[in-house]
């Protein structure tokens, strides 16, 4: 079984900054694809960012293309949300995924190509 927890939201305000980690257990990590969704109050959940098993490639939304940076650290089971130039529209809960399909740059967007996922960490930006 797979344990994803999510660390790092907070109160910001409009322009700053934060970082997101998310820890894994549970299985060899640098195995999957790790990805990060958003859902805002009211919204759907949306895919923000992917980042295949070594981290040679990476994808983003285009609403955030610029501003985020998704990584990880395969010794340490670990990925990585850096959010700078944070705007009032990136306020969601932010969850951490981990995906047992082959990177693709089609599917690693899609919400049903996950099969593990955190508990969430509330994001508020301030304007």
């Known amino acids: 079984q797979v344990q994803l927890v999510e660390s790092g939201g907070g109160l910001v305000e409009a322009g700053g900054s934060l970082r997101l980690s998310c820890a894994a257990s549970?299985?060899?990590?640098?195995?999957?694809?790790m990805g990060w969704f958003r859902q805002a109050p009211g919204k759907e959940r949306e895919f923000v960012a992917a980042i295949s098993r070594s981290a040679e490639m990476t994808i983003y939304v285009d609403s955030v293309k610029g501003r985020f940076t998704i990584s990880r650290d395969n010794a340490r089971s670990t990925v990585t949300l850096q959010m700078n130039s944070l705007k009032p529209e990136d306020t969601a809960v932010y969850y951490c995924a981990l995906s047992l399909i082959a990177y693709d740059s089609t599917w690693s967007r899609l919400r049903s190509s996950y099969n593990y996922w955190g508990q969430g960490t509330q994001v508020t930006v301030s304007s």
């Open positions: 549970g299985r060899t990590f640098s195995s999957f694809v």
